[in-house]
């Protein structure tokens, strides 16, 4: 087996800024508070992805999986520990990363297949694919900035798609398109998988990381809560009853 993605007791921590501006940073400091605190968002996380493995990554809401994908993608510099990586990565992390929004949808899928590393006459070998994937033709003159959020993500998602990397990174995007491009993306990320590409699939779905992935990784509070199968990952976060979504039992 090859190691594919392989994150070495990792911790990154934010200073928050609480106090932005003299006035407050002169109250705080009075108040004995400190004026700017350190917050861990990961906290010694080790783990490694084989090679053509597909991994789910998940976690309550700031649990720091964001922030892990942004350090595996280079995004991030780790404050300790480290990151290895075998290959080129692509993939989507934050919707409107490596778009312009006053530039058109057109010269986006250029400006972002460049930042992802794919040369111009790759692109244009694959532009017809990523307009026909994303659904944007009518829109491919129009500037991105007036575009929906479901059309950036559409858009977002087919340049990704399109690059040939050999590791994919996918966070919560699928969870702003319509119920056909989903189901439109989760075939597309079956078939990077099939490829044998390497995955790294952050998400609150349950069924789809079940669909799309042998294991799941969830984060805590920034440190690593469980590494093993999906199920029981579904089962350590509480996550069975995916249908009952406000856990009231179904009392209005
Ligand atoms: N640049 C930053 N500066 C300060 N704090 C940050 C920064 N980026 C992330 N954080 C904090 O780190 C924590 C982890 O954030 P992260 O975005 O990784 O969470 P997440 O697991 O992706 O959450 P979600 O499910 O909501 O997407 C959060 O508390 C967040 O506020
Ligand atoms: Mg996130």
Same mark, same amino acid.
């Given at each position: 087996? =090859? ?20 006035? +407050? ?7 004995? +508070?400190?004026?700017?605190?350190? !917050? ?7 783990? =490694? ?15 720091? &999986? ?6 595996? *993608?280079? #995004? ?5 520990? *480290? ?10 992390? $934050?919707? =409107? ?6 530039? *058109? ?19 244009? /070998?694959?532009?017809?694919?990523? #307009?026909?994937?994303?659904?944007? @033709? ?11 959020? @479901? ?13 040939? *990397? ?9 969870? #702003? ?13 079956? +078939? ?15 069924? +789809? #990381? &079940?669909?799309?992935? =042998? ?10 809560? !469980? ?19 406000? /856990?009231?039992? @179904? $009392?209005?």
């Amino acid at each position: 087996m =090859t190691e594919s993605v392989v994150v070495d007791h990792v911790s990154k921590q934010f200073t928050l800024q609480n106090a932005r501006t003299l006035k +407050q940073r002169l109250v705080r400091r009075v108040e004995g +508070q400190e004026t700017n605190p350190k !917050f861990v968002a990961l906290d010694d996380v080790s783990f =490694t992805v084989e090679q053509g493995e597909a991994i789910g990554l998940m976690g309550l809401n700031g649990s720091g &999986k964001s922030t892990l994908l942004k350090l595996i *993608s280079g #995004v991030l510099r780790p404050d300790s520990g *480290s990151v290895l990586t075998r290959g080129r990565i692509a993939g989507l992390i $934050e919707v =409107t990363a490596g778009f312009h929004p006053q530039l *058109s949808g057109r010269e986006n899928i250029f400006l972002n297949a460049a930042i992802l590393g794919m040369g111009e006459t790759e692109v244009q /070998g694959k532009f017809d694919e990523i #307009v026909e994937f994303a659904g944007i @033709g009518r829109l491919l003159d129009t500037p991105v900035g007036r575009y929906s959020s @479901g059309m950036f993500a559409r858009l977002g998602f087919s340049v990704a798609a399109a690059v040939d *990397s050999d590791i994919f990174i996918i966070d919560e995007v699928l969870a #702003v398109g319509d119920p056909p491009f989903k189901k439109k993306c989760i075939k597309r990320i079956k +078939q990077v998988r099939d490829e044998g590409r390497t995955i790294v699939f952050v998400s609150h779905n349950t069924t +789809q #990381v &079940k669909r799309l992935c =042998t294991r799941a990784v969830v984060l805590e509070e920034g440190r690593l809560g !469980f590494d093993g199968s999906v199920a029981d990952a579904v089962h350590h976060l509480r996550y069975d009853d995916d249908t009952d979504e406000d /856990g009231d039992g @179904g $009392e209005i």
